[in-house]
């Protein structure tokens, strides 16, 4: 089954750069399928952070475009975020996942087991 | 942007009890856009429900989902004990292109 494992530092200083990779296994990345970032801070519900096609197409949510990159690397199945100029604001779990989508709309699934960054010095 | 508001935000019942959690939209979801996921602690969301009604792959049918415009509804029938979590409403279309509800912690009285 398709399964996706987030990977990176748990830790960020405050207005350094948080950088994750979301590895995708049992699927390829380049199937018809959009790839989202999605957090949520401690105790908080969940946002989308945005998404990326394996052809390189973004699409960000508007309150985190200026310091959101999302990329993806087709070699290794994989596609990785980048948030910079982060506060403790960002602390957060983050998860990767595949969206989905058809006539009847647009979700998420399955979900990766999330990674928590804090931001802190 | 679409503001999901879901209530009550804590519910208490007890297994065997039917549970009707609902997530009303600030502006209409266009078509059938609307999903419900379940949430455990230190767990990632699990999809339940997805295009309003329809259940996602192994999830049992005392789930069910209804509504359309701005009004949607998460049913569970009879609740088991391992039903007890968070559940989050998703929309998608409008900008951002997805946000979620704020969660409604369903607790065993």
């Known amino acids: 089954q398709v399964q996706l494992q987030e990977s990176g530092p748990g830790l960020v200083k405050p207005s350094g750069t948080l950088s994750l990779t979301c590895a995708v296994s049992g699927a390829s990345i380049s199937d018809n399928n959009w790839w989202s970032w999605i957090r949520q801070p401690p105790g908080k519900g969940l946002e989308w952070i945005g998404e990326?096609?394996?052809?390189?197409?973004?699409n960000y949510n508007p309150s985190l475009k200026s310091r959101v990159t999302i990329s993806v690397d087709k070699s290794k199945n994989q596609f990785s975020l980048n948030l910079n100029s982060v506060t403790a604001a960002d602390t957060a779990v983050y998860y990767c996942a595949r969206n989905q989508g058809s006539e009847a709309g647009n979700w998420f699934d399955p979900w990766g087991q999330g990674t928590l960054v804090t931001v802190s010095s | 942007e679409i503001v999901l508001t879901q209530s009550p935000g804590t519910l208490s019942l007890s297994p065997g009890e039917r549970a009707t959690l609902s997530c009303r939209a600030s502006q209409s979801v266009s078509n059938t856009y609307l999903a419900w996921y379940q949430q455990k602690p230190g767990q990632a969301p699990r999809l339940l429900i997805y295009?309003?009604?329809s259940r996602a792959t192994g999830i049992p049918d005392r789930f069910s989902g209804s509504g359309s415009g701005t009004d949607f509804t998460l049913t569970i029938s009879r609740l088991e004990p391992e039903d007890f979590a968070v559940y989050y409403c998703?929309?998608?279309?409008?900008?951002?292109?997805?946000?979620f509800g704020q969660g409604t912690k369903l607790e065993i009285k």
């Open positions: 998703q929309q998608y279309g409008g900008s951002p292109l997805y946000t």
């Open positions: 990326i096609y394996h052809s390189g197409s973004t």
């Open positions: 295009g309003v009604s």
